[in-house]
């Protein structure tokens, strides 16, 4: 334990003193790694945790992106299924393309990082656009690798990701 009450408990800290403090001192290696290594997920959730009621988060590590195209990939954030829509980061690299394609619902996008250019517009981090129902986009290319937050329509190709990505039922 530290001996400084100012000094920062680290969960490593707190885990080698937890260790350490085991009633049985003659526990055998391979177990104590394992207990330990239990002890350091626990800690890991519990960093994960939901802490207010009706708060979720998802943490920068957490996730899986998943490839949807040539140099493109998304990482699911939230989709309801009962109204179609979806909350994605999208991941461009440079030069990749994403199709022209029509939405049925309104589709907001914030570049967060990088810059897209779509029917000779460029745009970069900070950047919003937002697609109205009905509307139709041309293809865009993503002139620096990209991230892309997009809110809209889940695509009926893009629910079997979300399903597996969220655990819903596609």
Same mark, same amino acid.
């Given at each position: ?54 708060? /979720?988060?998802? *943490?920068?590590?957490? &996730? =899986?992106?998943?490839?949807? %195209?040539? !140099? ?6 939230? @989709? ?38 779509? /029917?000779?517009? *460029?745009?970069?981090? &900070? =950047?919003?656009?937002?697609? %109205?129902? !009905? ?6 290319? @993503? ?28």
């Amino acid at each position: 334990m530290a001996t400084d009450p100012t000094e920062a408990m680290t969960d490593e800290k707190l885990l080698g003193d937890v260790l350490e403090r085991l009633p049985n001192p003659a526990l055998d290696p391979a177990r104590k790694a394992a207990l330990g290594a239990r002890l350091t997920e626990r800690l890991a959730a519990s960093n994960r945790a939901t802490v207010l009621p009706g708060i /979720a988060a998802i *943490r920068a590590d957490e &996730g =899986d992106w998943h490839r949807i %195209g040539e !140099g493109v990939r998304i990482k699911p954030l939230r @989709a309801n299924l009962a109204d179609g829509t979806q909350t994605s980061l999208w991941r461009i690299d440079a030069g990749a393309r994403v199709p022209k394609h029509a939405h049925h619902h309104e589709e907001e996008c914030l570049v967060v990082s990088g810059q897209i250019v779509m /029917a000779g517009v *460029r745009y970069q981090t &900070g =950047d919003f656009v937002l697609a %109205g129902d !009905g509307s139709e986009h041309p293809e865009f290319l @993503a002139e620096t690798d990209t991230t892309l937050l997009i809110r809209g329509q889940l695509e009926a190709g893009l629910r079997p990701v979300f399903a597996r990505a969220l655990g819903l039922v596609a």
